[in-house]
């Protein structure tokens, strides 16, 4: 147990990744990236391998998935000195109760509706491949009206991570037979710390293969994962936290833990909303708000209800879902909406957009369709940091942001390359700060 | 029913229809000296200052479609939009020249913000387009925008509406440029500087979500149901068709269209940008597009004579009637403008000036 509490107090810094050998030689591979910690399939369970990786400050992880013998396992992974279980799936309560009370480390990764938020680590294996993926018939879109759409986890992760007491941890795996692009990897990874989570890095098969092999192509690749994992780890960025003036009343019950639902349609549109799911439903919540939505009315107490009356009286704007209209009870094997669903919150999406128009309410992006951003401050609100993660395939020239608020530095941030100032200048509002270029991400702090 | 080729011929004989010199120069890159290649092309026409000093010039710009979607990822001046560049230093130029006022104006698709955030959502530095000459200004077409009531334009002798209601900017102007791109287009066969003059239509009148009364002041679709495939009537303050019994086919419709919307509100001058381009279609929509780079520009003052002169560049026949490639699921928009009497198809009574059609030519269908 005591080996277990050492470890939870290192658990917010652990880098995850996949790893698919028990050679420790392999553990070089790992110098100079901030993957500090493997996830080990029981082939792979070995105590020379653990002990080289707890040399290194690497700390080793075994999967294990239900039909397993857990309790084998178990006793297994102690063998092989690991320092815990990730159980991937869901497991009967009984065994995760008799897990819980061994001295054994256990990181639960179930489905989305039975993820534990008080755990040392929130997390699921179940998540969209993020990017732009092509209609059936091969083409981005097939009139010339809207924006191409993201999938994506960020809506999602950003509920969670409003819920969770530790790390959030996302873990899929690329597609089965699937050679997945370089730029597909940075936006996964991207993806997740849009959110303030981490993607557990899993290579597709024939990368991981050949980079086990230390063959230089996929050496050169692995490099360039790891600098792109590293980029969101900047120290000087702990301070910022979820900022905007509009928020987004929703808990478990009211969709919050789909993909595609409100968040993410709100995501898309650049609008920065922070989260607040109903049971932290508060005035400390509602301050600073100027527009909020309340996706399920019906799921408030008397008490979350007063303290939504207060926001308005004080001149808040508040947006409710479709009278009678209750989000669908999520099934544990889905993360999407299904069609009909979709059409329903496609009202509240477009009295969203009605209700926001030209509103800044944090900030206001302009030429982001391929990108999703996250907009962050300081407590005291003098410092804002906005990331952007570009999700085509391609770089993005001409990106102008419009912050609310008086700012006289601007400094873009973009991975391997040095943090460049840029003069913010004067708009009706605020203040404009253009990028040149964002390849994949891009980082912009005022003050 | 008057066909484009009757209506050609009955103007024919009654006047002869206008032509202007048209301008073709080699330019194979935006990086390229603009200023430097239009200036020259420009001369060639007989100079800037003469038509712009002391104007109102108000510059129809070609951003068709959301600046969401991009072809291949590219920039959207490079494909299917104009380029940022090109419209720099066609700013700077006015500028120069003597221009009171520079207005550009487009009616931005989905939206009747602000024609400076359409612009910045496709990626361009505003600020650097708003320096780029004195009194520069932008309009956003696609409802009453900055102005307090909508004008009328009348067509005589059209095919489709007798009038147009269009934003104020389009009478508010001394002078009227269309710069377009240079595509292949699905409905009217080319995207010239003709075709670009549809998108002066607003959309708060002829949106598919326009207003049956009144218009909607805050449009968020395209104008395919009352334009393409007329299935509906514009908002009553602009007048019906002519015939709500003529035929509903785009191919029909649309040629037809933007023939009696060039003769309605006449376009001073053309500048075409060939330098990179799509061909294929106008749009990231349409399928079987495909990025090219002809590397020219064409310049004239009159539209129908620069459109006929670009349309040869492209290595069609200006003249081809319907079924022919361009034109092949459409009529010909030059022979119904000839009936309109904007000018005259006809490639013979057109002087070139600069580089020669033949040198210039870019196969698109090749």
């Not at chain 1, 873009?412 to 994949?440: C, F, L, Q």
Request: hydrophobic content about 40%.
């Amino acid at each position: 147990m005591l080996l277990a509490i050492l470890l939870i107090a290192g658990v917010a810094d652990w880098a995850p990744a996949r790893w698919a050998s028990s050679d420790p030689r392999t553990l070089e591979l790992l110098a100079g990236t901030p993957i500090n910690c493997l996830l080990l399939e029981p082939a792979h369970w070995s105590p020379a391998f653990s002990e080289e990786a707890g040399r290194r400050s690497i700390a080793t992880l075994g999967v294990v998935r239900p039909g397993q013998e857990t309790a084998a396992l178990a006793e297994k992974a102690k063998t092989a000195r690991l320092a815990g279980l990730v159980l991937e799936g869901d497991f009967p309560p009984a065994l995760l109760s008799t897990l819980a009370d061994s001295k054994v480390l256990v990181i639960e990764l179930p489905s989305r509706t039975r993820m534990k938020f008080d755990a040392p680590i929130t997390g699921t294996t179940q998540a969209v491949w993020p990017g732009i993926n092509p209609q059936e018939d091969g083409a981005a879109k097939a009139a010339p009206s809207g924006a191409p759409w993201i999938d994506t986890n960020s809506g999602f992760l950003r509920f969670v991570r409003a819920m969770a007491r530790g790390p959030v941890w996302i873990g899929y795996r690329p597609p089965p037979r699937t050679v997945v692009p370089l730029a597909r990897y940075f936006q996964a990874i991207g993806d997740a710390a849009l959110a303030g989570a981490r993607w557990i890095v899993s290579l597709d098969q024939d990368l991981e293969r050949r980079l086990l092999a230390r063959d230089e192509a996929a050496l050169a690749d692995w490099r360039r994962i790891a600098a792109h994992l590293g980029y969101f780890d900047n120290k000087d960025w702990a301070a910022f936290g979820p900022y905007g003036h509009m928020a987004l009343v929703q808990d478990v019950e009211s969709g919050a833990l789909f993909s595609g639902g409100i968040l993410d349609m709100i995501g898309v549109k650049h609008t920065p909303v922070r989260p607040v799911p109903i049971r932290r439903l508060s005035d400390q919540e509602m301050k600073s708000v100027q527009m909020a939505v309340d996706v399920d009315p019906t799921l408030l107490s008397p008490d979350q209800k007063d303290t939504l009356r207060r926001f308005t009286r004080a001149g808040g704007t508040l947006l409710t879902g479709p009278p009678g209209w209750r989000f669908p009870r999520q099934r544990e094997d889905q993360i999407t909406l299904d069609k009909e669903d979709v059409e329903k919150i496609d009202q509240i999406w477009k009295e969203v957009n009605s209700l926001t128009g030209r509103r800044n309410l944090g900030a206001r992006l302009f030429h982001v369709a391929s990108m999703l951003s996250d907009l962050r401050a300081t407590a005291d609100g003098k410092r804002l940091l906005l990331h952007l993660v570009n999700y085509s395939d391609f770089p993005v020239e001409g990106v102008t942001v419009h912050f609310l608020g008086r700012f006289t530095k601007a400094t873009v941030y973009e991975p391997g390359v040095a943090p460049r100032s840029t003069a913010p200048y004067e708009i009706e509002d605020g203040v404009g700060v253009e990028i040149d270029k964002v390849g994949v991400y891009a980082t912009l702090v005022l003050e | 029913m008057i066909t484009a080729a009757s209506a050609a011929s009955a103007r024919a004989q009654s006047k002869p229809l206008p032509a202007a010199p048209v301008s073709i120069a080699r330019c194979a890159s935006y990086d390229e000296d603009q200023v430097a290649v239009l200036g020259k092309m420009f001369d060639q026409l007989g100079g800037l200052d003469r038509l712009v000093r002391n104007k109102t010039v108000t510059i129809k710009l070609n951003l068709t479609g959301s600046p969401a979607l991009k072809f291949q990822g590219k920039p959207l001046g490079v494909t299917h939009y104009s380029h940022p560049k090109m419209i720099g230093a066609v700013a700077h130029l006015l500028g120069r020249a003597g221009a009171r006022r520079i207005r550009f104006v487009e009616s931005a698709w989905g939206t009747a913000g602000p024609l400076e955030e359409y612009m910045l959502d496709s990626g361009w530095n505003v600020r650097a387009l708003q320096s780029a000459a004195p009194k520069v200004e932008f309009e956003n077409t696609n409802a009453l925008g900055t102005g307090k009531q909508y004008s009328t334009f009348k067509v005589a002798g059209g095919y489709i509406f007798p009038a147009y209601k269009l934003n104020r900017a389009y009478e508010d102007t001394d002078v009227f440029m269309s710069m377009a791109k240079m595509k292949d287009h699905a409905t009217c066969g080319v995207t010239l500087a003709m075709k670009n003059i549809f998108g002066i239509t607003p959309a708060s009148i002829y949106g598919d979500d326009a207003g049956e009364q009144e218009p909607n002041e805050s449009p968020t679709k395209g104008r395919v149901n009352t334009c393409h495939f007329g299935k509906r009537q514009p908002a009553r303050l602009a007048p019906s068709e002519r015939d709500p019994a003529s035929s509903r086919e785009p191919g029909h419709r649309m040629p037809r269209i933007t023939a009696e919307l060039t003769a309605a509100r006449p376009i001073d001058i053309c500048l075409i940008d060939g330098v990179e381009t799509v061909s294929g279609g106008e749009g990231p929509w349409i399928r079987g597009l495909k990025y090219i780079r002809p590397g020219v520009i064409i310049a004239g003052t009159n539209p129908v004579s620069t459109d006929v002169v670009a349309t040869a560049v492209m290595g069609y026949d200006p003249r081809a009637p319907r079924g022919v490639t361009p034109f092949k699921d459409c009529d010909n928009t030059f022979l119904l403008a000839e009936g309109l009497g904007v000018g005259a198809a006809d490639l013979s009574r057109i002087e070139v000036r600069g580089v020669a059609i033949a040198e210039a030519m870019y196969r698109f269908a090749g």
